[in-house]
């Protein structure tokens, strides 16, 4: 028998390159073997839904009630693996832990005791609740938590209703600090799991965790990238990554002073001529306030800065600068790191475009009109406690963990009036929550087509369900329209049906749901050769002949960008005019108190944040986050190796938990590393209670970007704590 460590194993340690695991929907089914493998019934197409890469897979039906999860071959950007997340999907259908039935609270909030009730009882208070705030206070008077895919409905419905405090964490740490990034400089904001690293002569890793924030297309470009001889990886780390175990050149660099080095690197290029003359004399504004704003950024002194040798940050600008347009700075996720954040990422870009490097094409494209910022979670939840707002909607989001001050967050759901919540697992937030709903797996329902677009080819996916849903689990939209219609407001939620919606929206990707199923689930389209080498201008339009003869045959053409001037912009004008500075600034990182060191955090393989923490595959492999320390570090706090500690911040926060701790070489003497997604309190999770310790609850303060309004999370001083 091929247990469930051997799939996972196959991954080589980060859990990537296996074609495909058993799950079963009956406790009484049994995983087939190599001798008695069942007889297949169907296979069909979905998408994964365990972590933001979302991989074309498909499941095969098996006469026995097997499913066999594996990735969808007829797809060119994921291939056919699938990380070991996505194996494990088939835990989610008849895991014991799971939500099954609505339930309404019996017991004070955050105590987790229930009592199970209808699906018409549960909407009906739902929408009881909703209908009297609407009428009172309006949109105002309602407040969102929501993420993930399945999330769309309920944020399109509250959007309706005029409500504007909708908080998604992860978007906002992660897609909106780098479109201020990207987009204000190319007009376009890039994917990073979609970059071209495969065709990359140097590739360049800014704290970008890849091999341990495993999204398959990008560990497939990156190994193929380093399957090269000539390609050079240079990783920017305080500690000896996974990525960094592979890396020619290491740089473990202070925490914080990631901004500064960027700086030193775009005056070293610029100083020595190694930028592309022609692609900034034609294509950029800006150049001149650039070449002076980074002049102060001298080798000396940010060698100073950073606490690292100049040699090795001339180093990596001369290979930079050999490399040129072959060179890619992978943009990156969870970027909000120590509340200068956008500066760090728009600087990563400048330095792109000097070298030619451009994002490429078919990406998301800039909203240069609009305004907003994220909302401000703290500010919404003081308007929850002051009873300001009447309704807490929470939707897949353990809100608990991925807001900080963890405790200002529970004291706000305790005092809330009202709160519901759709999950599919009872998290730490859902025990706070008036009324909880079952949510339907991906697995059991269909949902909106996804798109990717790399290089020359556009991929379009369908996601098909693969079984009925189980217990009293429901699909997201039919649970948001029963809601709507409960609060009297169906007229402010679609009008059509999920069918009707999800074939409108193929019909807007020029296919249709009955050619995506024939095709295997996967149609691949061949983008324009315009489209495919240039990025969109901001005045797209055709060209007529009298104007096609007036240009130089023997020139390249100038190349256009979605920016308001139309050319990369090293200098932002949309930024200045929103009262913002036009050039990235290097802030220095908050200091650490004395008898502390910093806490820096990443990504766990096998894990998605706290949304994989109940699953018993995945914690087979990895139950609980380690503390990394220096041999120094160990030696100050009188700790070993081996040995189980908690945690203590600098404002008196203690890890509920003990931790075990890793003495190692991989990692500055001033810092020290734990992966986020452990910790999790809720004690109806059987699977990943109270194993590790939570990173997010030892945060309690921290600076806000002032460009994004969005909070680091690396500003958490910590000392050991014996016993």
Known sequence: MISRRDFLKRTAGTALFVGGACGTIAPSAKAYTLRSKPKLVSQIATICEMCKANCPMVASLYKDGTIRLAGNRNNPIHGPALCSRGLAATRLLNHPDRLKFPMRRVGGRGQGRWQRISWDDAV???GRNIRKTFATRGGDGLALFAGGRSARHIKSFFTNLGCSNISDSSADRSRFIRALGYGTTFGTVPDPALVNLEGSRCVVLLGTPIGENVLVPQVRQFSKALARDDTQLVVVDPRFSAAAAKAQHHLPIKPGTDTALILCWINYIIENELFDRNFVEQSCLGFAELMDHVAPYTLERTATITDLPK???????????QAGAATTIVPGNHLSW???????????????????????????LFDFTATSKPVDVARVLGRIRSADIGVVGIWGQNLVQSESPSYFVTKALRDAKFVFCTDIFP?????????ILPEASFLERDDFCKTWTAQDRKVIAGSFKVRDPLFGARPPFDIVAKIASASDLGDRFSSGSVKSLHELDAKGLDTNLPGLRRAGGVVVQRVSLAEAELVPGINDEVLDDA?????????????????PSGKVELASSWLGHNGYET????????????????????????????????????????????LWLSEVG???????????????SSDGLKSIGLIEVLVTPGIRDDCCYASHGFGNLSPLMSEGYNQGFSVSRLLSRSRKDPVSGVCGLRDIFVRPVRG
């Open 427 to 435: 998290s730490e937030t859902s025990l706070y929550a008036d009324i």
């Open 583 to 626: 050039l990235p600034e290097y802030a220095e990182p908050l200091p650490v108190p004395e008898g502390f060191i910093r806490l820096v955090s990443g990504r766990c393989p096998v894990h998605t944040l706290t949304r994989t923490s109940g699953n018993s595959w995945l914690n087979h492999e990895i139950a609980e986050n380690v």
């Open 338 to 364: 120590y509340g200068n954040d956008v500066s760090r990422v728009r600087a990563g870009a400048i330095l792109s475009a000097l070298l030619g490097a451009l994002p490429q094409s078919g990406e998301e």
């Open 547 to 563: 104007r096609l003869e007036e240009k130089d045959p023997f020139l390249p053409p100038v190349q256009t960008f979605k920016t």
């Open 124 to 126: 009906q208070e739902i």
């Open 311 to 321: 040699a090795h940050i001339a180093g990596v600008a001369e290979i930079m600068g």
């Open 634 to 648: 160990a030696a100050t706090y009188g700790v070993k190796h081996g040995q189980r500690v908690r945690l203590e």
